[in-house]
């Protein structure tokens, strides 16, 4: 390299002048190279940028200065003031390109699939989480373990046993919702949702849930340790120095902690399945069963690690997630400016399909209106707001605009859900009817579930789940909002956490002639 001999040869013959000299000249060149982007990236005069970049740094001090509950209001306004189109720069990371359009989001993840991949961030800051799980490989190892679990997810008893699950777990909400009715106690019901969740799933996956909705008020460690590491693995999102601050507090340790705790416990549920056998009396089975049962490529069954990895990792795909978008929807119908005709609308459908009986997977299919809630939330909140791929080979999006091997693919379903260009002017409000009797979006116009090839797995599973506690919570009990007035501040993390939860009052539904409410 011409360069480097260059600077060796004057490095050698150098005085201490020289060298100081030789020292600015270089930086001076760095400087003026990259003095409107991040060092090691392109410039790309093409493209439209938010102000306030810096030589060499490029947009980190400014995405620095955002504060965590503010951070998707900056993606908006650039979108209004940029529009769909817009760069930043960024040390280390590179330059991400933000394509927020249904046909760019399309093009990225259904029709140019081969040429964007995960990519290395996931491994790092949230590799704790995801290791080289579904989530975060691509190629031939996503490939095999796409093929194997969505294969699962399609068995009939697998079906009808999720919803067997969600019904007992859905039961015990009801019970903690009749005592606060009676009690007259104000409730989170945010953090109500996310132990019913993880309950389910514990349940889903291996029979028997981790009890968290039995003892609500106290601390079950195993979902402790979940949302700690979940947590903290949110935070490195935030922090590029992650590595240094965990290494010098306590945080490093616990998060060693917690990923040990859930990780042991899972497996000695997994080995006494292996003593015990399977126990149950129908043909209903549980996702550790069907997983045991299936064998790899060359026809060996699944290591106890892995079944592990598999489990947790579906965990983390699918509990908070569902969570947020019931406690979001719970806020949008009961928010003030929502027209009180929608919540009307919900519990007569829940009375016509379900009367005093227990929800199942066939009732389910009717909560025609149930579902559109449910989507519309997502909407609006959508579970995981923004989203990014690594461009592998040089391409060039829908619009013109370039995107060479090595540059970042961004969007935001959060900017997306609440453009006025996509979803038309009435776009802010919460309105359910928009899904009913309409044709169904295309997976990049309503990408929050993703789409192409890794759309989401669990989305028919999360709906399932979520109609079900949805209809056995409202053929009893009324819910209002605490604070009708106050927006929630969500929480800066992959998901749309509500950073305080979500204060609710709870009266049971006054009994009516011809069904509906009944006492717990
Ligand atoms: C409302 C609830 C949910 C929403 C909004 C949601 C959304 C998403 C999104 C946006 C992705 C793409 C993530 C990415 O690749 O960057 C995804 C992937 C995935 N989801 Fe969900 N999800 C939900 C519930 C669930 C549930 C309940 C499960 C499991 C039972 C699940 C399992 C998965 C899996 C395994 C993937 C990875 C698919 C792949 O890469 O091939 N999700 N989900
Ligand atoms: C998810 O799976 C990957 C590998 O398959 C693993 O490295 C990672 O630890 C798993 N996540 C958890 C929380 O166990």
């Known amino acids: 390299m011409a360069i480097t001999e260059l600077v060796k040869n004057v490095l050698q013959h150098a005085t201490r002048a020289n060298n100081l000299k030789l020292l600015l000249t270089l930086s001076a060149f760095f400087i003026y190279k990259y003095r409107s982007h991040a060092i090691g990236t392109r410039r790309r005069s093409d493209l439209k940028e938010p102000k306030g970049a810096y030589p060499l740094l490029g947009h980190m001090p400014l995405l620095a200065m955002i504060p965590g ?17 817009w760069s930043i720069s960024l040390p280390v990371i590179g330059r991400m390109i933000q394509g927020d359009s249904p046909e760019m989001v399309e093009h990225v993840l259904k029709s140019n699939f081969w040429a964007y991949e995960k990519g290395p961030l996931l491994k790092g800051a949230l590799g704790d989480l995801f290791g080289s799980g579904i989530f975060a490989s691509d190629g031939a190892n996503w490939k095999f373990q796409r093929r194997q679990a969505s294969h699962i997810f399609n068995v009939k008893a697998f079906r009808e046993y999720t919803s067997d699950v969600f019904v007992i777990e859905a039961q015990k909400v009801l019970e903690y919702l009749g005592k606060a009715a009676d009690a007259g106690t104000e409730i989170d019901f945010h953090q109500l949702m996310l132990h019913f969740t993880l309950d389910s799933f514990g349940a889903v996956s291996f029979g028997e849930s981790f009890g968290c909705l039995e ?23 935030m922090d590029p120095a992650w590595k240094i601050r965990e290494a010098l507090t306590s945080v490093g340790a616990k998060a060693k902690y917690d990923k040990a705790l859930i990780r042991k416990h899972s497996l000695e549920i997994i080995q006494r399945r292996r003593s015990e056998g399977f126990k149950t009396v129908s043909t209903k089975k549980d996702l550790l069963q069907l997983f045991m049962e299936a064998t790899d490529d060359e026809g060996e069954p699944l290591s106890d690690e892995y079944l592990v990895d598999i489990i947790l990792n579906f965990t983390i795909a699918g509990r ?9 929807m719970f806020y949008l119908i009961n928010r003030d400016g929502t027209d009180k005709s929608i919540m009307k609308t919900l519990i007569q459908e829940v009375d016509d399909v379900l009367g005093d009986d227990l929800p199942s997977y066939d009732t389910h299919k009717q909560q025609k209106y149930a579902e559109a809630c449910f ?15 690594i461009c592998v080979q040089d391409d060039i999006l829908p619009d013109g605009t370039k995107i060479y091997a090595g540059e970042w693919f961004t969007w935001s379903s959060y900017v997306m859900g609440r453009s006025e260009a996509i979803w038309g002017p009435d776009v802010l409000e919460y309105k359910p009817s928009r899904w009913i009797d309409t044709e169904k979006p295309s997976q990049g116009k309503f990408s929050s579930f993703h789409a192409g090839p890794r759309v989401c797995l669990g989305m028919n599973f999360a709906i399932l789940e979520a109609l079900t506690v949805i209809g056995m919570i409202l053929q009893k009990f009324e819910l209002t909002l605490v604070d009708s007035a106050k927006l929630p501040p969500y929480g800066v993390s992959v998901t749309m956490p509500m950073l305080e939860g979500l204060p609710m009052r709870v009266t049971r539904r006054q009994a009516k002639e011809g069904g509906g409410a009944v006492a717990v």
Not at 71 to 85: A, I
């Open 69 to 85: 509950t503010k951070l998707y209001d900056f993606f908006e306004k650039n979108y209004r003031e940029l529009g769909p189109v």
């Open 215 to 237: 003892n609500i008020e106290g601390k079950v460690d195993f979902a402790v340790s979940f949302d700690d590491l979940t947590a903290t693995c949110s935070d490195r999102l």
């Open 320 to 328: 908070d997630t569902t969570a947020q978008a019931l406690s979001w």
């Open 375 to 389: 989507n519309e939330a997502l909407r609006i909140f959508p579970s995981v707001p923004r989203n990014l791929k």
